[in-house]
């Protein structure tokens, strides 16, 4: 007989090779050939790297599921019947009726389960289905043990935390940790910004608990940590945790007030704000800000603070390269202005706009609308053939695998006959919008621009955002805008 070894570590077996060191796969290699060798069966090795619980979870074992039994394997030798199945219902069906379609023998170090033999059948169902229980058991009590210990104030999870090491939940100080630690709540305290301490501890050549350089958002979630004074989270959940507190709670009462002022210091709100752009960052595509700076340097450990202005700032140090950048908030209103009027001044740029707008509004609604007709008509019937399958396939007429691929089927038909309505439901509506003509545009841009100064930033944003669809500068000041002309413009 030829068929398949397939070879998968359980969680159980990834724990005890940590403490020991075995490497599990490869003892229930040698067990399993000593098995086949015995046989006289020959094989081919399926051997998951990274498990999962589902078949969709684990690749070796989908390959040997509708590959390898399909074009002939005879049999599935494993080390027991769970590392067949651990997933859901759904799951172990399709496993099991495979077997029987394909009379798959399964073998294991001890039995040899005949598809057709009834008794073994029976037994090879029941450990199917038991093996999820169990699984879902197994769970259970490491669930409630590590909810137990999480709620005396133990670690319930693994934490990377700057100052503090875990092991099985206990959790300890490191001291050299511990002393940055209190050294960035101190600079807080002293009305240093996220971004000044992160830049002071960059330039010492600190690391963080992850081995990288430390941002603001570094700094922010050290300063927000309950932890450094003896505090445990969980499940939304604050108790008192089993190891001492790094920040005295005076040094971190006045650190929150410190962020309670800064967080409510806004300028203006989103009507009368001064950042009347959408702008995005041409290098790496993320959304700039506006924000209000006031730039500082330290000079001999003291804080100088110069006159502050508005920017619009790169928020994409996430990236990776990294990227990061600023642009004074008048050089772009100073050059979005230039384009507004490019518009109403340039009769070359308006006719091309004029005509590309033009050409977005060629709907036929009619044959649209039959074309949708059609496509819900192919839903229905789609729905109908689903439920005729179903019916099949609890009469015992249809096999639990062509069951999965015919539902699945039809689900992504139906899904893409929907995406088809929903685009074509879009077409249609544009028919119902308000649309002035380019000439009435033009008028208002005009009028606009002519007393740009005396209108509310609130109605800039409506002018800017209709007239420019994106607006994008790069870290050489450079800027790219797509203009474009509104249907309508409404203040």
Same mark, same amino acid.
């Given at each position: 007989?030829?068929?398949i070894?397939?070879l998968?570590?359980?969680?159980?077996?990834?724990?005890?090779?940590?403490?020991?060191?075995?490497?599990?796969?490869?003892?229930?290699?040698?067990?399993?050939?000593?098995?086949?060798?015995?046989?006289?069966?020959?094989?081919?090795?399926?051997?998951?790297?990274?498990?999962?619980d589902?078949?969709e979870?684990?690749?070796k074992f989908?390959?040997?599921? /509708?590959?390898?039994?399909?074009?002939? &394997?005879?049999?599935?030798? @494993? +080390?027991?019947?769970? %590392?067949? $199945? !651990?997933g859901n219902?759904?799951?172990?069906?399709?496993?099991?009726?495979t077997?029987?379609?394909?009379?798959?023998?399964?073998?294991?170090?001890?039995?040899?389960?005949?598809?057709?033999?009834?008794?073994?059948?029976?037994?090879?169902?029941?450990e199917?289905?038991?093996?999820?229980?169990?699984?879902?058991s197994?769970?259970?009590?490491?669930?409630n043990?590590?909810? /137990?210990?999480?709620?005396?104030?133990? &670690?319930?999870?693994?934490? @990377? +935390?700057?100052?503090? %090491?875990? $092991? !099985?939940g206990?959790?300890?100080?490191?001291?050299?940790?511990?002393?940055?630690v209190?050294?960035i709540?101190?600079?807080?305290?002293?009305?240093?910004?996220?971004?000044?301490?992160?830049?002071?501890?960059?330039?010492?050549?600190?690391?963080?608990?992850?081995g990288?350089?430390?941002?603001?958002?570094?700094?922010?979630?050290?300063?927000?940590?309950?932890?450094?004074?003896?505090?445990a989270?969980?499940?939304?959940?604050?108790?008192?945790?089993?190891?001492?507190?790094?920040?005295?709670?005076?040094?971190?009462?006045?650190v929150?007030?410190?962020?309670?002022?800064?967080?409510?210091?806004?300028?203006?709100?989103?009507?009368?704000?001064?950042?009347?752009?959408?702008?995005?960052?041409?290098?790496?595509g993320?959304?700039m800000?506006?924000?209000?700076s006031?730039?500082t340097?330290?000079?001999?450990?003291?804080?100088?603070?110069?006159?502050?202005?508005?920017?619009?700032?790169?928020?994409?140090?996430?990236?990776?390269?990294?990227?990061?950048?600023?642009?004074?908030?008048?050089?772009?209103?100073?050059c979005?202005?230039?384009?507004?009027?490019?518009?109403?001044?340039?009769?070359?740029?308006?006719?091309?706009?004029?005509k590309e707008?033009?050409?977005?509004?060629g709907?036929?609604?009619?044959?649209?609308?039959?074309?949708?007709?059609?496509?819900?008509?192919?839903?229905?019937l789609?729905?109908e053939?689903?439920?005729?399958?179903?019916?099949?396939?609890?009469k015992?007429?249809?096999?639990?695998?062509?069951?999965?691929?015919?539902?699945?089927?039809?689900?992504?038909?139906v899904?893409?006959?929907e995406?088809?309505?929903r685009?074509?439901?879009?077409?249609?509506?544009?028919?119902?919008?308000?649309?002035?003509?380019?000439?009435?545009?033009?008028?208002i841009?005009?009028?606009?621009?002519?007393?740009?100064?005396?209108?509310?930033?609130?109605?800039?944003?409506i002018?800017?955002?209709?007239?420019?669809?994106?607006?994008?500068v790069?870290?050489?000041?450079?800027?790219?805008?797509?203009?474009?002309l509104?249907d309508s413009?409404t203040?």
């Amino acid at each position: 007989m030829n068929g398949i070894m397939y070879l998968r570590k359980s969680r159980e077996d990834e724990q005890y090779e940590k403490n020991t060191g075995e490497d599990v796969l490869q003892t229930h290699r040698e067990r399993l050939t000593e098995r086949l060798n015995g046989l006289g069966y020959s094989w081919i090795e399926r051997a998951e790297v990274k498990s999962g619980d589902t078949i969709e979870g684990r690749p070796k074992f989908k390959r040997v599921l /509708y590959e390898d039994i399909p074009k002939g &394997a005879e049999f599935v030798c @494993v +080390t027991e019947i769970p %590392r067949l $199945s !651990r997933g859901n219902m759904k799951d172990a069906g399709i496993i099991y009726e495979t077997i029987v379609e394909f009379k798959v023998f399964i073998i294991t170090p001890n039995k040899i389960y005949d598809p057709t033999n009834s008794s073994d059948l029976r037994q090879l169902r029941f450990e199917l289905f038991m093996s999820r229980e169990e699984y879902e058991s197994i769970k259970e009590r490491l669930w409630n043990n590590r909810n /137990y210990r999480a709620t005396q104030g133990y &670690a319930g999870n693994y934490i @990377v +935390t700057l100052g503090f %090491r875990q $092991s !099985r939940g206990v959790v300890e100080i490191i001291p050299e940790e511990a002393k940055i630690v209190r050294e960035i709540f101190t600079m807080r305290s002293e009305g240093y910004s996220y971004q000044e301490i992160a830049t002071h501890l960059n330039s010492r050549g600190l690391k963080t608990k992850r081995g990288t350089q430390y941002h603001e958002s570094t700094i922010y979630k050290i300063i927000y940590n309950p932890r450094y004074i003896g505090i445990a989270r969980w499940l939304g959940k604050e108790y008192v945790a089993k190891h001492p507190a790094i920040i005295p709670i005076e040094l971190w009462n006045a650190v929150q007030e410190i962020n309670s002022e800064r967080r409510h210091k806004k300028i203006g709100t989103k009507e009368t704000n001064p950042y009347l752009v959408e702008l995005y960052c041409h290098e790496c595509g993320n959304r700039m800000y506006g924000e209000h700076s006031h730039p500082t340097n330290i000079v001999n450990g003291i804080k100088k603070i110069y006159k502050g202005r508005d920017i619009y700032i790169c928020i994409g140090r996430r990236n990776t390269p990294k990227c990061a950048h600023i642009i004074k908030t008048d050089i772009v209103h100073e050059c979005i202005f230039e384009e507004l009027q490019k518009i109403v001044t340039s009769p070359h740029v308006f006719a091309e706009l004029a005509k590309e707008r033009e050409s977005k509004f060629g709907i036929d609604s009619e044959t649209l609308t039959n074309q949708m007709n059609d496509l819900i008509k192919q839903i229905r019937l789609k729905n109908e053939l689903s439920v005729k399958i179903e019916n099949d396939y609890e009469k015992g007429e249809l096999s639990a695998l062509l069951y999965t691929k015919h539902v699945e089927k039809i689900s992504k038909e139906v899904s893409a006959l929907e995406n088809r309505i929903r685009k074509i439901q879009t077409d249609l509506s544009k028919s119902d919008l308000k649309v002035d003509s380019p000439d009435e545009l033009k008028r208002i841009l005009k009028d606009f621009l002519s007393n740009w100064e005396s209108y509310p930033n609130k109605s800039k944003k409506i002018i800017v955002r209709s007239f420019l669809l994106r607006v994008e500068v790069d870290k050489q000041k450079n800027f790219y805008i797509a203009r474009s002309l509104p249907d309508s413009i409404t203040f």
